[in-house]
């Protein structure tokens, strides 16, 4: 379970990051960037906190709205970036995920000092020094926090997606490479915008749909 040991490490304020989609085949790759200023967080956050892949969709999809509660009460921040489809298809994932976290810290109403990342792959842009944590969503609780405020905002983005484009069950698949997905790709082709070409399996479906 996270606890505190890494942001107590430093007098500074300290922001947890983490993002979400980089293995999806359309939409956005996600970050959040969490400061927690005041460590007294509710019982609800202190227990449940975690790993957003480790949770329900539920307890995630509350989780989030008692972390936003508790910016209101100025216990912490929350800072979320996003890189599109169209910016990993020019600059690799990885670099857009890093251009993803740079926006997320940007994003928040006070800049950090310092910056813990989930993973063991350090961004070179942050506006501030930081360290690596592996599986630090399960190891940190701003980590957690940003875990959590990353993977629901893209689910939720990625839902009102398939509002606009409801042929490849991204209200359930998130973008992600399930038979839904790939028979709306099969289907309908994809969308411009969305979907990442740089992708093998967008590439394969192109290349069959130009044959």
Excluded at 121 to 140: E, F, M, Y
Excluded at 148 to 167: G, H, N, W
Aim: glycine share 8%.
């Amino acid at each position: 379970m996270p606890d505190f040991e890494f942001e107590n490490q430093y007098d500074i304020p300290v922001a947890g990051i983490d993002e979400a989609g980089r293995g999806p085949w359309a939409g956005p790759v996600v970050a959040g960037a969490v400061i927690i200023v005041d460590k007294k967080l509710n019982d609800f956050l202190l227990g449940a906190l975690n790993d957003s892949k480790k949770l329900t969709p539920k307890k995630r999809e509350a989780l989030y709205e008692s972390l936003f509660a508790a910016q209101e009460a100025g216990q912490l921040f929350i800072g979320i970036g996003e890189a599109s489809a169209e910016e990993i298809d020019r600059y690799n994932i990885l670099q857009a995920t890093f251009l993803a976290m740079q926006r997320a810290v940007e994003a928040l109403k006070i800049k950090p000092q310092f910056a813990l990342v989930d993973g063991n792959q350090t961004p070179k842009n942050l506006p501030c020094p930081c360290r690596t944590v592996i599986k630090g969503d399960a190891r940190s609780y701003s980590i957690a926090a940003a875990s959590i405020v990353a993977k629901v905002y893209r689910d939720r983005l990625m839902a009102k997606l398939a509002e606009k484009y409801p042929y490849y069950g991204f209200e359930k698949n998130a973008g992600y490479g399930t038979a839904a997905h790939i028979a709306g790709l099969k289907a309908y082709g994809i969308i411009e915008g969305q979907h990442r070409k740089s992708y093998r399996p967008i590439q394969e479906i192109l290349r069959q749909r130009a044959g």
